[in-house]
């Protein structure tokens, strides 16, 4: 197993680092999906305005983790539809 290591200063900056970066971008599509509202074109501006703020390769995962999220909730059935579904059959 060589990705399992002792853990080292150097390896809890560096996810330290990158948690930074994922709050950051998550608040910055918090503050998108204020602006432009929940519905397919926000979701889509605000996910675009967080990758938009972040450089390099960070940027191109924080993007597709929240275009993911986005998607997700779009198009997601809710709990209440899927019992009543269920409770039929």
Do not use: C, H, W
Not at 76 to 83: C, F, G, I, R
């Amino acid at each position: 197993m060589p990705n399992i290591g002792v853990p080292t200063m150097r390896g809890m900056r560096s996810a330290f680092g990158d948690m930074v970066v994922g709050v950051g971008g998550g608040a910055v599509q918090g503050i998108g999906t204020a602006i432009f509202g929940n519905s397919i074109i926000g979701s889509i501006l605000s996910v675009v305005l967080a990758g938009s703020v972040l450089k390099g390769q960070k940027a191109e995962i924080v993007a597709t983790v929240a275009g993911y999220e986005a998607g997700k909730a779009l198009f997601a059935v809710s709990n209440e539809t899927t019992n009543e579904a269920e409770a039929v059959i």
